[in-house]
């Protein structure tokens, strides 16, 4: 029996719809998460894409390994062929980098333009990606800059609207969710940790038993630091449970309770910067 829930629901309706919307835009933002840069990553969205230019943010680079986020970085952008950006939304530079590499992006669009004697307009761009990655913040943060609203345009559907970021962008303000639909457990189980599969897919003290298992493999002097316990001691659901005190009565370790502050712990980045997986592991490299 598998663990975590997938709802296929409406994929191909969604597809559909994604791709409609990528064919308005000239440029492509793809969010990822830096702490599972493949598990967030959609392969085939060069398949979707077409010719065009994309740029892939591995976002919230702030709680992920900084070594991997290097070398994930690399992977990644000679694998799917186009630029990426390691990003932290918090951080405003980020977002000026952003905007210039869109503009440099757009660059052969306009040249085209001008071969074929028309007039230079603004670069259109959409942020895509899966569930909880960064892609509102993303929206939020350019539009911040943005000088105007242009309003709905002919060939938009009236909910969506370009905004004028500068003279030389204007970006759609609603993202294209990626459906995070896949047949792969292991995968499922690491957006779970991320937040990037509804809670109502999957039992928290699965996904946090898990969780603790990469963790133990991966990053086992830290989280002995974090939780105070001694290299030859278990660090399980249980013993964290115990250590910390978060007890029912008759001196049972409350697992649920534990599991949930164990993923919201990590989640927030307060037990390290983590990353779940490795180049190597997806024989990457
Ligand atoms: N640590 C960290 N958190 C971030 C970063 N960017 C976004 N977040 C947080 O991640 C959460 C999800 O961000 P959103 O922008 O809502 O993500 P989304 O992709 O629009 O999510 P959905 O609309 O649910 O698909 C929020 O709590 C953000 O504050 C980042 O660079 N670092
Ligand atoms: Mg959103």
């Known amino acids: 029996m598998s663990h ?24 492509i933002i793809e969010v990822i998460d830096a702490r599972i840069p493949y598990s967030s990553w959609y ?26 986020n290097k070398i994930w970085a690399n992977t990644i952008s000679r694998k799917a062929n186009c630029d990426i950006l390691i990003t932290n939304l918090s951080n405003k530079n980020d977002i000026n980098i952003i905007i210039s590499k869109i503009i440099k992006l757009s660059q052969d669009m306009l040249q085209k333009r001008a071969e074929k004697g028309m007039l230079p307009r603004p670069t259109r761009t959409m942020v895509i990606g899966m569930p909880n990655v960064g892609k509102s913040s993303t929206i939020n943060r350019l539009v911040k800059k943005a000088k105007t609203k242009t309003g709905a345009k002919a060939g938009v559907t009236r909910q969506q609207q370009w905004v004028r970021i500068n003279d030389k962008i204007e970006l759609l303000d609603t993202p294209g969710i990626i459906p995070t639909v896949q047949d792969d457990q292991f995968q499922a189980l690491k957006l779970a940790c991320v937040n990037s599969i509804g809670e109502n897919a999957y039992d928290s003290e699965y996904v946090a038993c898990e969780l603790l298992k990469i963790l133990n493999k991966k990053y086992r002097e830290v989280i002995e630091k974090y939780y105070g316990f001694n290299n030859n001691e278990e660090i399980t659901i249980e013993t964290i449970a115990l250590k910390k005190g978060w007890i029912l009565k008759g001196a049972q370790p409350d697992t649920k309770r534990t599991s949930q502050i164990i993923l919201s712990t990590f989640r927030e980045g307060k037990i390290g910067k983590f990353s779940l997986e490795t180049p190597q592991e997806y024989e990457l490299i």
């Open 4 to 27: 975590i829930h997938w709802y296929p629901g409406h994929i191909a309706k969604a597809q559909k719809q994604l791709k409609e919307k990528l064919n308005l835009v000239d440029v």
């Open 43 to 68: 392969k085939t969205t060069a398949e979707l894409c077409g010719a065009k230019p994309r740029l892939i943010l591995m976002n919230k680079s702030d709680v992920s390994d900084p070594e991997l």
